[in-house]
């Protein structure tokens, strides 16, 4: 039987979009249109993919097995199809990043890749919470911190150094801390979307010396730019990205603190699903995200 792969692909956004309509906007197809279309799919296959209501839809247990075993086909199939028909590098690539990190570098990043392939099409989604790849339809996200075990596939950026900083007007208010441990009598902000179960507990390395300190949280924030404002605004002390800071540490606005003590690192990875076969486009952008990210490096 010949399956027409637009079909799938119209399933494929109704699953992910949680909408018929939403889905036909998407695709620009009037939503009846759609709704035949997708009958016609299942009419082909004899079986119910979508329980349609008023309120939702919902995936049948043909349709469940049908998005999870044929989502990744198609997208290799589409993939190699475009690598087929397409001297250059060609097609729509959907990327998710951390909001501050995405708006400080990531756009720049996928602009500079995009005048060298002006036939690639970004749809990159800003966002602090570790989307679902396959859900969401991404081909590639980063994410920074540990990963939880998992079926997708990790390249590693590399590491992000972290920096221990206030503004003057804090530490003018409340002293200078000048050992770890001084940091449990200050006022600190904490990124509350932060992976670690503690993540009031900072561990500082010097030498062969290891101190843990249980920070003083007095402001929880899910945001680094939030984050980054209060700290400006002398709120308190944060432990954070060296990206984030060394800016206003350099110019003076910010202070960094404890200089000669180190904490840990958090890695940095491009993640993907795991396929057979990754387009071209796909290797070059993430190829090319590992030189940028070597820019961050520099700066530190």
Same mark, same amino acid.
């Given at each position: 039987?010949?399956?027409?792969?637009?079909?799938?692909?119209?399933?494929?956004?109704?699953?992910?979009? =949680?909408?018929?309509?939403?889905?036909?906007?998407?695709?620009?197809?009037?939503?009846?249109?759609?709704?035949?279309?997708?009958?016609? !799919?299942?009419?082909?296959?004899? $079986?119910?993919?979508?329980?349609?209501?008023?309120?939702?839809?919902? !995936?049948?247990?043909? &349709?469940?097995?049908?998005?999870?075993?044929?989502?990744?086909?198609?997208?290799?199939?589409? =993939?190699?199809?475009?690598?087929?028909?397409?001297?250059? /590098?060609? @097609?729509?690539?959907?990327?998710?990043?951390? *909001?501050?990190? @995405? %708006?400080?570098?990531?756009?720049?990043?996928?602009?500079?890749?995009?005048?060298?392939?002006?036939?690639?099409?970004?749809?990159? $989604?800003?966002?602090?919470?570790?989307?679902?790849?396959?859900?969401? =339809?991404?081909?590639?996200?980063?994410?920074?911190?540990?990963?939880?075990?998992?079926? /997708?596939?990790?390249?590693?950026? &590399?590491?992000?150094? @972290? *920096?221990?900083?206030?503004?003057? %007007?804090?530490?003018?208010?409340? @002293?200078?801390? *000048?050992?770890?441990?001084?940091?449990?009598?200050?006022?600190?902000?904490?990124?509350? /979307?932060?992976?670690?179960?503690?993540?009031?507990?900072?561990?500082?390395?010097?030498?062969?010396?290891?101190?843990? $300190? %249980?920070?003083?949280?007095?402001?929880?924030?899910?945001?680094?730019?939030?984050?980054?404002?209060?700290?400006?605004? &002398?709120? &308190?002390?944060?432990?954070?990205?060296?990206?984030?800071?060394? %800016?206003?540490?350099?110019?003076?606005?910010? *202070?960094?603190?404890?200089?000669?003590?180190?904490?840990?690192?958090?890695?940095?990875?491009?993640?993907?699903?795991?396929?057979?076969?990754?387009?071209?486009?796909?290797?070059?952008?993430?190829?090319? /995200? $590992?030189?940028?990210?070597?820019?961050?490096?520099?700066?530190?």
């Amino acid at each position: 039987m010949n399956y027409d792969l637009t079909l799938w692909h119209l399933f494929f956004r109704i699953v992910e979009r =949680g909408s018929l309509t939403k889905a036909a906007k998407d695709l620009r197809l009037d939503p009846s249109v759609a709704s035949r279309r997708l009958a016609a !799919l299942e009419h082909q296959l004899k $079986v119910q993919l979508i329980n349609r209501s008023t309120r939702k839809l919902s !995936l049948t247990t043909a &349709g469940t097995m049908a998005y999870e075993q044929m989502r990744p086909l198609l997208n290799e199939m589409d =993939g190699i199809l475009s690598d087929i028909s397409n001297k250059s /590098l060609a @097609g729509k690539i959907k990327i998710t990043a951390p *909001v501050n990190l @995405g %708006e400080r570098y990531v756009t720049q990043w996928l602009t500079l890749f995009q005048h060298q392939h002006p036939d690639i099409i970004f749809d990159l $989604v800003l966002s602090d919470k570790c989307m679902d790849l396959r859900h969401e =339809g991404i081909d590639l996200a980063i994410r920074i911190g540990k990963l939880p075990a998992s079926s /997708l596939v990790a390249k590693k950026l &590399g590491d992000m150094v @972290g *920096v221990l900083c206030a503004s003057p %007007e804090y530490l003018q208010k409340h @002293g200078t801390p *000048v050992h770890p441990q001084d940091l449990s009598h200050h006022k600190s902000i904490i990124y509350s /979307l932060y992976q670690n179960s503690h993540p009031t507990r900072l561990l500082f390395h010097r030498d062969h010396v290891t101190e843990q $300190v %249980e920070l003083s949280g007095n402001f929880y924030l899910n945001n680094a730019g939030a984050i980054y404002q209060a700290v400006c605004l &002398g709120a &308190g002390i944060n432990a954070g990205p060296a990206w984030l800071f060394n %800016e206003d540490i350099l110019s003076g606005k910010l *202070v960094r603190l404890l200089p000669d003590w180190q904490f840990p690192e958090l890695p940095v990875h491009l993640v993907r699903i795991k396929s057979h076969y990754v387009p071209s486009k796909i290797s070059a952008l993430m190829d090319w /995200l $590992v030189l940028c990210w070597k820019e961050i490096e520099e700066q530190v």
